[in-house]
């Protein structure tokens, strides 16, 4: 996949050119995966391992990802309020996925519910790594049949605990895309099964102003929906179709808006000949 840093068009940072939406990945990380499958730890029961969680994740993370988020990415909470009106249960956020950082949005959001993030399995493979990003909240996916069944617990089990979990079901990291990929409903069954609601978030890019309109890098803008339920009578087939649906179209009308700005310019290949 080709990149160039100095495109013909100066008003882009990059140019970026793609060729499956679906699949083509651009976080820039060469990380061997391990197994995940039954033998996977997905949810640690030992009190030592816990509290050292709750201090990394509450008393470490949190400060430094709330300076960097504010300073670096400029983000800004659109809707904040559905969240907070979830305050009594567990919920899913389903969101697109344009930075790395992405992962650490849904903490600040919902704080101070914790929030986990279901991740790829290179989350975990990070030698010396893996408690760390597990202690931040990362549940990974298997990468093994076997490991179905606790993965599947270990959602259920954090929803019962009142936590967010969040899905970024595009799959991959597109940074600065202003556009929504297509993707499937797989992971809306989990909203089904534990019976509750989820909310949509969508990731849009604004222009800085004010003091900090001399920085080219936008800032990070993070809209929530209302929260949203499974319709009652529906096949667990139907139902998942639906909430892909709402969210789908959700996303898609806020990434439409045209103050959405393009930093990095995607161009499939098949029509780059053309630009």
């Known amino acids: 996949m080709k990149s160039v840093n100095e495109p013909e068009n100066r008003a882009y940072k990059r140019v970026i050119y793609y060729s ?7 976080a820039g990380t060469k990380i061997s995966t391990n197994t995940v499958d039954h033998t996977f730890p997905f949810v640690h029961k030992n009190p030592f391992w ?17 300076l960097a988020a504010k300073l670096y990415l400029g983000l800004k909470f659109e809707n904040r309020r559905a969240l907070k009106g979830l305050r009594k249960s567990g919920f899913y956020l389903y969101g697109n996925h344009t930075q790395q950082l992405d992962a650490f949005v849904p903490a600040l959001a919902a704080f101070p519910k914790r929030a986990y993030i279901v991740a790829n399995a290179d989350a975990v493979s990070i030698p010396f790594l893996r408690n760390i990003v597990m202690m931040l909240g ?18 259920s089990t954090r929803i019962s605990q009142k936590r967010c ?3 970024f079901p595009e799959r991959h990291i597109w940074p600065f895309y202003t556009g929504i990929r297509p993707f499937p409903d797989n992971s809306f069954h ?8 989820l909310v949509a978030m969508v990731t849009t890019y604004r222009r ?7 920085v080219k890098r936008p800032g990070m803008t993070v809209t929530f929906s209302e929260p949203i339920l499974p319709s009652a009578g529906l096949s667990v087939q139907a139902a998942k179709t639906e909430l892909r649906d709402k969210v789908y179209a959700f996303m898609k009308a806020h990434a439409g808006a045209a103050d ?3 930093y990095y310019h995607y161009v499939k290949r098949d029509n780059a000949s053309s630009t």
């Open 20 to 26: 499956d939406e679906l699949n083509d990945d651009f």
């Open 50 to 66: 816990n509290a050292c969680a709750f201090v990394l994740y509450y008393v470490v993370a949190l400060p430094l990802v709330y």
């Open 138 to 155: 990362a549940i990974p996916v298997p990468t093994e049949p076997s490991g179905l069944r606790g993965f599947t617990k270990a959602l």
């Open 165 to 167: 979990v969040t899905e």
């Open 190 to 197: 989990h909203p089904i099964r534990d019976n509750v609601p």
């Open 208 to 214: 800085r102003r004010g003091l900090l309109a001399w």
């Open 260 to 262: 959405n700005v393009e």
